[in-house]
């Protein structure tokens, strides 16, 4: 099992770049919200810093490994992932809204990943029932910041640290 920890200012409009280290406190990736332009930045502010909503996870040479973004189109609202280095995408979206509780999924072409999002606890990434990943952000209020930890099983079908970060950090950090 990988575990990997990093730290996100309270600010959720904050656009600086966050290391993320693995188990022996080396660095090996870092996140960022990123913004297109200027004008998609300022006019955010306008809709509390959740719409033109974009993470990407580097490696510490600066190369875009994964990247999350919402999309908002005629009504609806989804993220959308890329794996930059493959070019494979993910649709990340809530499934089951009109008839009660909605569950979120991270879904491709080959497989189908729910997500149980919990607020002040582990959210698990579950694969044929089975917790294959969690990730948990604690707030620190001396520091004004949230201290999360990720942590990957060896039987999860995905094992690309950067695709779990950008993902949570977009939708279970942020949300809809």
Known sequence: MQIITYEVDGDIKSTVQKPIYNESGEQIYFVQRI???????LLDGYFDHRYFLKYEVHNNNGQALFEVKKIFRRGKVWFEGKDLLSDEKYIINYENWRIGVPELFISSKDFKMK??????????????????????????????????????????PIQNVAFYIAIAQATLFIGV
């Not at 913004?35 to 930045?41: A, E, I, P, S, V």
């Open 35 to 41: 913004y297109d332009n200027g004008l998609k930045k």
């Open 115 to 156: 997500i149980d999002k919990e607020m002040e606890d582990w959210s698990n990434f579950i694969v044929n029932e089975t917790v294959v990943a969690r990730w948990v952000a604690v707030y620190n209020e001396e520091k004004d910041q949230f201290n999360m930890t990720f942590e990957l099983s060896d039987e999860a």
